[in-house]
């Protein structure tokens, strides 16, 4: 059963892939919206986006890190839904070891998706 809380707002979902992201765009869709998916890896989403169905949700490559990701999903939503009115930055990544043994080139992804990303 469905609401109407999100009927006619666009939204964008950062992080789709995960348990979280993937929930959040089931209840976008439950409740309305039309839905982008976003994960680094589009097939990532392929099954959450076919579970929803195609109305309501799409799946887009984005890499939070990416504007041209960014660029291509913002054209998606709007192509296929109208501009986008929500966006959920749930992307994020997590390296779980201390600064001094990470190294600069993965505490930069960390970086990059965490707080340049948004």
Same mark, same amino acid.
């Given at each position: 059963?469905?609401?109407?809380?999100?009927?006619?707002?666009?939204v964008?979902?950062?992080?789709?892939?995960?348990?979280f992201?993937?929930?959040l765009?089931r209840? %976008?869709?439950?409740?309305g919206a039309? /839905?982008?998916a976003?994960? #680094?890896?589009k097939?990532?989403?392929a *099954?959450?986006?076919a579970?929803i169905?195609?109305?309501r949700a799409v799946?887009?490559t984005?890499?939070?890190?990416?504007t041209s990701d960014?660029?291509?999903?913002?054209?998606?939503a709007?192509?296929t %839904?109208?501009p986008v009115?929500?966006l /959920?930055?749930n992307?994020a #990544?997590?390296i779980?070891?201390?600064i *001094?043994r990470?190294?600069?080139?993965?505490?930069?992804?960390?970086l990059?998706t965490n707080?340049?990303?948004?």
């Amino acid at each position: 059963m469905g609401g109407e809380r999100f009927q006619g707002r666009i939204v964008v979902v950062t992080g789709a892939a995960g348990p979280f992201g993937s929930e959040l765009v089931r209840r %976008f869709a439950v409740e309305g919206a039309g /839905v982008v998916a976003g994960a #680094r890896g589009k097939d990532q989403v392929a *099954a959450l986006v076919a579970e929803i169905g195609g109305q309501r949700a799409v799946a887009a490559t984005l890499d939070v890190t990416s504007t041209s990701d960014w660029a291509s999903t913002v054209a998606l939503a709007e192509d296929t %839904f109208g501009p986008v009115s929500v966006l /959920v930055n749930n992307a994020a #990544r997590a390296i779980p070891d201390t600064i *001094a043994r990470l190294g600069a080139k993965p505490l930069r992804e960390v970086l990059e998706t965490n707080l340049v990303g948004p």
